[in-house]
């Protein structure tokens, strides 16, 4: 089935894929985007270039390639009315297509206790979990940390925590930063109870899951694919499934930052098999939210 020749013929065979890793923004964020402040939003959207779309565009792009449901995140804000301006947007956006949006929300960046409190009522209106989350490093080097707080509530909520992670090493792009696996490793260890996702294949974590106590700190992790043709050789597909098995590799595009198409390609590329491939692209998905839901 993982025939790549005709893309049409490839679409119409598989129509019940889930995209873990997408982006949408409230429209005014869109149309004023030279005028948000916002340090985040600014280092990633301010070139008029880098590409934003609305919950219609996504719905729209999913038809067009034959995704069947998206996990749609928010950013991370260091402006509290921006983060919570675009988490109203993705909460509504999922009452309004609730057969194709999965809602995941954010917090501020430096945010507390009572910011996750405020968050987990939403976890009642079908929000499945926090991300992208970026976090900051100060709050991993303690484990009495707002972070931690979130980790136990999102636990005790069966929700999932999503979280943008970058390359400790490689070429730089907007976004790339030091929360890194060697930063993360501390607040993995205090949360395996946590379901994560580790986003961009966790920045690499997963190669270090040949060492036996990494293994068991990511047993309950999850690496999706996000913007993966830009960070990695196709390689990485069939690398990642010998190192933390096809079963917690989860399709993801970033979108809008790239199309579906574009990555499905990228893993048809790594000659994965294609039972692994039914996997990556949503039976995988599935049997998480299925999970969590
Ligand atoms: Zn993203």
Redesign the pocket.
Known sequence: MCVFSNWNDFVCIINNMIDF?V?VFDPFFINNRDSITDSFFESMYSDPKAKMATADDLIANMDEYGIEKAVV?N?TWRNDDYCNRNNYYIINSAKEYPDRIIPLITLPYEFTQLDVQSSAVCFNLGVMGIG?QRLPLHYLASDNSPVDYLASVLKDANRILLL?VSEPVGHQYPGKEKITPEALYGFLTRSVDTTKVL?HFGGGFGFYALMKEVKQVLSNCYFDT??TPYLYEPDIYNVMDKLVTSDRILFGT?FP?MTPKKVLDHIGKGSVSDEDYKKITHQNAKKLLERIG
């Open positions: 890793h982006h995140c950013m992208e943008h986003a996000a913007a970033d930052l």
